[in-house]
């Protein structure tokens, strides 16, 4: 959750003004050219998806600076252009408390000019984006034999984005002789987050376009940064649970597969809670099965399945729910949720979280439960 102040919690739960931002960056030099005001528009941030954090953003332009031409100064070109989001409450005394929602690579530009006016859509995708596409041409990047995981990734991203930020910690793990090269078929961000997983980490870019690891969370521990119950200051307006055993594993296999293995490598984790509702010895083994090059012991194998099954664990209910938009909210976060109606007495996991900007509009969240 990103960090706000006791009044904003306070502020956010009531009817109060919400105040959105939208700076525009030339991607050039790293400077604001412009501010807008869209008129509608949503964040979304998804845990599940390589690309953590999209936007949708409306315009209305009434002064014909936001049309793009052929100019490269033009404000909304779709070729240069980094959006950062925010949203946040203005208070009684008329200061302003924002949050960063993310910084966008514009990627699509749509205009409709019609007799009310020239509406113009537009579309981002976080910084991941940029790595995405910036595969490698002429050239081969080297990751040497024993670099620090943390290091290797960082030397690939900054290879193919030379501007990009980097915030890791250290994985005590390194790589093996597998990555001696990378050549045009690779994505460079998806090798980055392979070997991240292999270390147990999480990698993504963050709501100030920071490209950040850290371990990945445990739906089981950790205290709700929130709580929503059924009383007078309930912000909740919709809630539905779904149970499904489709996506329901409680048990992970990872295999290490470098080249330089004289033996297979393996970690297992598996769900050995009795308390769980997918305990490995009521429920059954239900197994992932999982590989990289770049897990070399046994040691690493059991790291990456241990925290490859909290992306898991917990999968098998699901909780969606409307309410009042905290735009502080991220994935990850741990919440609370009492719901008599729907029988939810719940400690949660957020896994993907929609924000509006609208102020007529609800945010939404998706998350796993719990296990005990």
């Not at 990734?153 to 930020?165: A, E, F, G, H, Y």
């Not at 961000?189 to 997983?197: G, M």
Request: charged share 25%; glycine share 6%; net charge negative.
């Amino acid at each position: 959750m990103y960090p706000v102040s006791d009044e904003f919690k306070t502020l956010i739960r009531k009817s109060h003004i919400s105040k959105v931002k939208v700076e525009i960056y030339d991607i050039a030099n790293g400077t604001i050219i412009s501010e807008a005001q869209p008129v509608s528009g949503e964040v979304t941030i998804d845990s599940r998806r390589s690309t953590r954090r999209q936007c949708s953003l409306e315009f209305v332009d009434t002064d014909n600076t936001l049309i793009p031409t052929n100019n490269t100064s033009s404000i909304l070109l779709p070729y240069n252009r980094e959006l950062k989001v925010y949203r946040g409450v203005v208070f009684a005394d008329g200061t302003e408390e924002l949050v960063p929602l993310g910084v966008f690579v514009l990627t699509s530009v749509e205009i409709v000019d019609a007799p009310n006016g020239v509406r113009i859509t537009v579309s981002g995708s976080d910084r991941s984006l940029r790595v995405q596409k910036a595969k490698f041409t002429n050239h081969e990047f080297s990751i040497e034999d024993g670099t620090a995981k943390e290091t290797a990734i960082k030397n690939m991203l900054t290879d193919r984005v030379p501007s990009i930020k980097t915030n890791f910690p250290a994985t005590n793990q390194t790589t093996p002789i597998i990555y001696p090269t990378l050549d045009q078929s690779s994505d460079p961000w998806r090798e980055s987050i392979k070997i991240a997983e292999s270390a147990g980490m999480d990698l993504y870019f963050d709501e100030n376009g920071i490209c950040r690891m850290r371990p990945i969370p445990d739906p089981d521990t950790g205290e709700a940064v929130a709580t929503y119950e059924d009383n007078v200051d309930s912000v909740l307006v919709q809630l539905s649970r779904s149970l499904s055993t489709d996506e329901t594993f409680n048990y992970v296999v990872y295999t290490g597969e470098g080249t330089n293995l004289s033996i297979g490598v393996i970690g297992e984790a598996f769900d050995n809670n009795p308390a769980s509702p997918t305990y490995i010895h009521t429920y059954g083994s239900v197994p992932l099965f999982k590989s990289s090059p770049t897990v070399l012991t046994v040691a690493e194998a059991q790291e990456a399945a241990e925290a490859e099954l909290k992306k898991v664990i917990g999968a098998s209910e699901r909780i969606t729910w409307d309410s009042i938009v905290n735009p502080a909210h991220d994935v990850y976060d741990i919440v609370k949720i009492v719901r008599s109606p729907s029988g939810v007495n719940a400690t949660l996991m957020i896994d993907a979280i929609t924000i509006p900007l609208s102020p007529q509009q609800t945010m939404n969240a998706v998350g796993r439960t719990r296990r005990f």
